[in-house]
């Protein structure tokens, strides 16, 4: 049996990877989506999105993910796997996951963000890796436990606003006033009893006690040190493109691969300053366009 190659393959089934998809089943074609935890991605996360048009009176993340979702699985089959490796040859994407090896004539990327690596400026306890966070989705069905969060910007005080319903939460702001918008604020007002929030803050020390299963943080607050200890801690100071996959692609082979309309990265893994559901909604719609557009995929 000849060896099936995709016409198109998307890896992420974020917001960018979803609308792209959308797109694409205009023009008759079903792409192979590649995803490796659930659809949606960060949107998920999203306390309450007040800027997506089409909800007046604003949607929580999880909703707009599952509209979104049932949209998507009309005409597309989600494929849950990871890629781990992507390569360019005999004019092919052949692309590796945990589990199978797929081609395609044409790769869209839209892998999202990662975390900065801040955590490694720290001697993290091998022990107590699992305790350590990088956004909310292994912790938003948990109740009763004591969440730490660095970051005192959108991420921070939407992810303590979230984790609070059912949790206690101590927020960490190394600068002298909160970074984020003022929706969040109110939102952080009405839960102050839940949220413990510090400027000026910054955790010096992390440390394990492995009897309790608890983290103890050594902070400085306003230069004062005080101990803390918790049940997890969150970094939500920064993210970047999650483009490890094209590490073996020199940026050369990447631009011409744009520029002919095999490959495209969109989304929040292209590296915008701003990051939104609607930017990456529009590029998921855009790279499909050009696609077939201008290279006209046959069905
Ligand atoms: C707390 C929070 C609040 C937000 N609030 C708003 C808001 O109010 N309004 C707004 O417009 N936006 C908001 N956003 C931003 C919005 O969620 C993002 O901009 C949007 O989700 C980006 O979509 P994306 O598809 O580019 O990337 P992502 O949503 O990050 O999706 C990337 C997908 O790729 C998958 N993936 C990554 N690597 C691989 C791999 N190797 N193999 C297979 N799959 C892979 C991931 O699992 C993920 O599902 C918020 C985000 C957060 C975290």
């Known amino acids: ?27 008759g074609i079903k792409p192979l989506i590649l995803e490796k ?18 909800f ?3 949607i929580s993340g999880a909703k707009l993910t599952s509209i979104f979702t049932e949209q998507l699985l009309k005409n597309n089959q989600v494929t849950y796997e990871e890629v781990i490796d992507v390569k360019f040859s005999d004019n092919i994407f052949f692309i590796q996951t945990n589990q199978n090896l797929y ?16 955590h490694y400026s720290y001697k993290i306890p091998p022990e107590a890796i699992d305790l350590i966070k990088f956004d909310i989705s292994d912790l938003i069905g ?19 606003v979230t984790l609070s ?52 943080l050594q902070t400085e607050i306003i230069n004062r040190k005080k101990i803390f200890t918790v049940n997890y801690l969150i970094f939500a100071i920064g993210r970047w493109p999650n483009l490890d996959l094209l ?15 095999r490959l495209a990265i969109i989304g929040d893994a292209q590296g915008k300053r701003n990051r939104q559901t609607g930017i990456s909604i529009g590029d998921g719609l855009e790279a499909a366009m050009r696609f077939y557009c201008n290279s006209r995929i046959s069905k």
């Open 37 to 54: 935890k659930c659809i949606g991605g960060m949107l998920q996360q999203a306390f309450w999105v007040e800027n997506y048009p089409g």
């Open 165 to 216: 319903k059912k949790n206690s939460v101590i927020l960490f702001n190394k600068n002298t006033k909160p970074g984020c918008n003022i929706s969040l604020i109110e939102e952080y007002e009405k839960r102050k009893k839940k949220i413990r929030y510090f400027n000026n803050s910054w955790i010096n020390k992390i440390d394990y006690d492995a009897a309790a299963t608890e983290l103890m």
């Open 1 to 27: 049996m000849e060896e099936q190659i995709y016409k198109v393959a998307i890896i992420g089934a974020g917001p960018a990877g979803i609308a792209a998809a959308i797109q694409l089943n205009k023009y």
């Open 142 to 160: 948990m109740s009763s436990k004591r969440i730490a969060i660095i970051g005192g910007g959108d991420l921070g005080f939407d992810f303590a």
């Open 247 to 261: 590490k073996n692609f020199e940026g050369k082979s990447i631009h011409y691969l744009k520029e002919a309309d």
């Open 56 to 58: 007046p009176k604003g």
């Open 103 to 118: 081609k395609s004539h044409k790769l869209i990327l839209a892998t999202g963000t990662v975390s900065k690596p801040h």
